[in-house]
Nanobody, 124 residues
Framework: QVQLVESGGGLVQAGGSLRLSCAAS????????VAWFRQAPGKEREFVAG????????YYTDSVKGRFTISRDNAVNTMWLQMNSLKPEDTAVYSC?????????????????WGQGTQVTVSS
């Protein structure tokens, strides 16, 4: 079992930055690909960014490329999402997720473990 806890969300003005953290406990995160998803009110859950267990391969949805950066440090069982140049359309609940084995999946259905989510609100 892996327990995931997100932190770092909040209210920020458009153009600002936030850094989300996802801390894992229970088992080492190094065996898992991990990803960030988000869900805005009335919308479906959306893949934001994913990173392979080694940290070598990173993937982003088109709308955040060049603005968001995903990273991880297996030594401290933590991953991060650095979000710059935030836009009002980035407003959502952001959740981290972990998947064992295989590629970095874009579908949340392939992830076994989820955090509780953290709210990100970007004002215009």
């Amino acid at each position: 079992q892996v327990q995931l806890v997100e932190s770092g969300g909040g209210l920020v003005q458009a153009g600002g930055s936030l850094r989300l953290s996802c801390a894992a406990s229970g088992r080492t995160l190094s065996s898992y690909n991990v990803a960030w998803f988000r869900q805005a009110p009335g919308k479906e859950r959306e893949f934001v960014a994913g990173i392979s267990w080694s940290g070598i391969s990173k993937y982003y949805t088109d709308s955040v490329k060049g603005r968001f950066t995903i990273s991880r440090d297996n030594a401290v069982n933590t991953m991060w999402l650095q979000m710059n140049s935030l836009k009002p359309e980035d407003t959502a609940v952001y959740s981290c997720a972990a998947s064992g084995g295989g590629p970095v999946y874009y579908s949340g259905n392939n992830y076994n473990y989820w955090g509780q989510g953290t709210q990100v609100t970007v004002s215009s």
